[in-house]
């Protein structure tokens, strides 16, 4: 099964690095697959530790992919991490052990902490929409414009049906990304 959540992790220095990421899990392991080269990989494997953020505010997931990311963060409470305040649940992790691999390699990761920090209400349609927007614009570089918007006019049917001001704000940062995407590929 694979969640999709928001991986906060720090650098030696205790920067940190916010990324939508989905996680897999498997028996009592969470994965994480993150791209070579990225921030989050060199982060994990040097603090050996990561924070998964359970979160239903899909502004981050929008804002990261669009380069938002000044998102409050607090310390964790077991690790040497850094937790997303608006978050519903985290759990704070160790880093087990690796599966190397030249694309993306499995960081197979225990967790040691969890703490639940506010209910789950469930989702709205438009969440998806933005959640699914947000997955296609971090796949700009690899799918046909084509196929980019076919996915976008449906997504845009939920939207409009159920989303609130958190999701138009995020859709619409999503779209101007996008933008962006089809102006640098149409540049000579």
Known sequence: MIQETIVT????????????????????????LPFKPSTTLNNILSSQTAVINY??????FAGCLTGRKNWELQA????NGQVLVNT??????????????????????????????????????A??????????????????????????????IGLEKTAGEHEWEAWGWLMAFIEQHKYEVKKP
């Open 76 to 79: 964790a409470e077991t690790i």
């Open 9 to 32: 992790s720090i650098n030696l220095n205790g920067v940190p690095h916010i990324a939508p990421m989905g996680v897999h899990y498997l028996n009592n392991e969470l994965i994480i």
């Open 127 to 156: 969440q998806y929409a933005v959640l699914e927007a947000a997955i296609l614009c971090s796949r700009l570089q690899r799918l046909s414009l084509e196929k980019i918007e076919t996915e976008i006019a449906y997504l845009k």
């Open 55 to 60: 979160c239903n505010d899909v502004r981050i």
């Open 88 to 125: 519903l649940a985290h759990s704070e992790l160790k880093l087990l052990r690796i599966e190397d691999d030249e694309i993306r390699p499995k960081l197979f990761c225990k967790s040691v902490h969890n703490v639940n920090h506010a209910p789950f209400t469930g989702f709205n349609r």
